[in-house]
Nanobody, 119 residues
Framework: QVQLVDSGGGLVQAETSLRLSCTAS????????MGWFRQAPGKEREFVAAINRGGGTPSYADSVKGRFTISRDDAKNTVYLQMNSLKPEDTAVYYC????????????WGPGTQVTVSS
């Protein structure tokens, strides 16, 4: 049904920036609630940021507040994660996710993109 493709990861130095992108197909993107998650080696997947359909005030994990910004461009069926002031602890596989309702779990997931931050 809904298919997500996330991209933009790479190897960067600490205190630099990176922007991740996630493009959706197979559904009405403007009706989807979008989010970003990440999973570091040996750790559980954790919430990073979310932006609901229609925009509004995005949500962020405390660990990334003030550094990361989530945004969406419905005309391009794309959600972004701008990551500034990157730290080695940000190293993880980042996953784009989507859901139709704020009351349900995230249903659709991208394949993930690796972000590695060196000190």
């Amino acid at each position: 049904q809904v298919q997500l493709v996330d991209s933009g990861g790479g190897l960067v130095q600490a205190e630099t920036s990176l922007r991740l992108s996630c493009t959706a197909s197979g559904g009405t993107f403007s009706n989807l609630h979008m989010g970003w998650f990440r999973q570091a080696p040996g750790k559980e997947r954790e919430f990073v940021a979310a932006i609901n359909r229609g925009g509004g005030t995005p949500s962020y994990a405390d660990s990334v507040k003030g550094r990361f910004t989530i945004s969406r461009d419905d005309a391009k069926n794309t959600v972004y994660l701008q990551m500034n002031s990157l730290k080695p602890e940000d190293t993880a596989v980042y996953y784009c996710a989507a859901r139709w309702s704020i009351l349900q779990k995230y249903t659709y997931w991208g394949p993930g993109t690796q972000v590695t931050v060196s000190s």
